[in-house]
């Protein structure tokens, strides 16, 4: 698409994988409505998006933002074409995935040691072997719900602190040789620049080539599009993004969350990477979204200056 | 500083230049008073900062704001090793400049010849002319201020749209050739993306080579921090900022403005790239600018969270 020697490896066409549902409603005090999630979906498959994680399996009881997880689903896989995944902790969660049919299944595997022993009570390398019994699990119900492993803290921990990055490239083989089907990295905290994005996404794709091909990324510390940035650089082709830049980490309160979804489409759409998303339509389902959270801060920017005058004339020969 | 092929080019120092005294402060309807300026000046210059645009010789009656820009100067000049600059319009603010003895002046002009006539009634030829009677005006005074010209609306415009990579080259060797010291390029609108960052540098680096050593860029959709990035990813060393990111664009009423001087300097600092800040005085100096600009919207995120915790722990060797 391009001979600049920075731009090489853009892609000609990405893929946002909307995570709002999953990630962005779950670190808030409310329950959000099924209904409104089903109009949310439903507005953004209009919108053009085609990948979106819609729940998580986890007990209710510890997550009620996301106890209707199997009736949310069970809608997305309505609509032709839309990829719906949801994440799952551990083989318990799999198993429903499975019995849902769930078109892809993530499981998360922090590559902070301190972390993973303070949310999950494992270690990574207990997490790898889950995810071997999960692959197991999969196979024998004779199913084919894609297993993603998402390397979260790929980038730096808030309780750890530095995480190594021979120790992320180690996990990544593991999981792969214990069955994942791709992974991502995931800079759950915020801590993740463009430089450090760069350096751990070529050695990932050393050892996993196209089975790394999304990266997620916070916005914690307002770098969130340059971080994506420099992994579409690389050449991937699929990031994670939440509807007006909600979620986030719980360890950083009041600090704005996930990538805003309509900056993401913007800056795909303005350096010509095919989408398919409809930037206007986006904008105006952060405003239905900003109803539902009625309270709740949202993030992002392009959405108050609108697209700019030259990508609203049209094209003409160079 | 690195072996990696996106950032092979990256900078080992880089200068933010403050600008928000300037462009920051110019669009509020609100006059900051001298006293709240200077000690901005002195915080910033504490903060570690050595570059900063304190205002403007332009008529008071147009931009009472920016009024007292004599004795800012003044001030300025008095702390040791700061480059104290102004923007000047044209050879009637630059004789000012000259006489006050500014270290550099910055003559802004638009690559956009329709917002070149709508602003200052001139063409962009017009202001290349002016150009060379500047350079002819400090040299007949034996003077020896700095002669940047910053080339706006490089990347579109509002009024006009699409401005073409070929004007902007021509119109920068136009420049070099009346006399320039050095250009620079601003987005002043908002609308550049890493790509068109990524492919105008190149180009104007070839006519420009190290003359070429500041970008500009606002963050009205969001993306200045990845063009930030972009700029340094091909060595330009020097970048403009505004404290909170105040500033930005008449024409976007509401967007966010200029990229924010502390996001920056995180970005650069988490890169490894040095530039003498001190992130913490500059998050506390952005505390004083809310008070001072009581009710004004500011603009940012790392100021929120913090430094990673890996950014304040000592280096551990690998």
Redesign the interface.
């Known amino acids: 698409m ?1 001979t ?1 020697s ?2 090489r490896r ?1 892609p000609r066409r990405a893929v946002i994988r909307e995570v709002g549902l999953r990630d962005g409603l779950q670190i808030l005090q409310r329950v959000v409505p099924t209904a409104a999630k089903l109009e949310w979906i439903r507005n953004a498959y209009a919108a053009g998006q085609r990948e979106m994680e819609v729940g998580s399996f986890v007990p209710a009881r510890l997550m009620p933002q996301l106890a209707d997880t199997a009736e949310v689903l069970a809608y997305a896989k309505t609509l032709p074409g839309l990829l719906a995944s949801v994440l799952v902790p551990n083989l318990k969660g799999a198993e429903r995935a499975i019995a849902e049919e769930a078109h892809a299944m993530l499981v998360p595997l922090s590559a902070s040691h301190a972390h993973s022993l303070a949310n999950l009570r494992k270690t990574p390398d207990d997490v790898v072997a889950e995810i071997g019994r999960i692959r197991a699990a999969r196979d024998a119900a004779g199913s084919r719900v894609l297993l993603e492993v998402g390397i979260s803290t790929a980038f ?3 309780i750890q ?2 995480v190594e990055e021979s120790e992320v490239v180690r996990l990544v083989q593991a999981v792969l040789d214990a069955g994942a089907d791709r992974v991502s990295l995931a800079d759950t ?3 993740a ?4 994005v ?2 751990l996404v ?1 050695k990932v794709l050393r050892v996993a080539g196209d089975r790394l091909d999304t990266a997620h990324f916070h ?5 969130g ?2 971080n ?3 992994a579409l ?2 050449g991937i082709r699929r990031l994670d993004a939440c509807l007006g830049g909600i979620g986030g980490c719980p360890h ?1 309160p ?3 969350g996930n990538v ?1 979804t309509e ?1 993401l489409a ?2 795909l759409a ?3 990477v095919e989408t398919g998303l409809d930037f206007d339509a986006l904008v105006a389902l952060r405003g239905k979204l900003a109803q539902w959270l009625d309270g709740e801060t949202l993030y ?3 959405w ?2 609108g697209l ?3 990508m609203r ?1 049209p094209e ?1 020969a160079a």
């Open positions: 391009t600049d920075l731009f853009l730096g921990c808030t602190g530095r905290v915020g801590y620049d463009p430089l450090m760069s350096r070529e916005d914690t510390r307002g770098m599009i340059a994506s940035c420099a650089q690389l950083a009041g600090a704005s805003a900056d913007y800056l303005s350096m010509g992002g920017s392009a108050r200056a700019p005058k030259t004339q003409v």
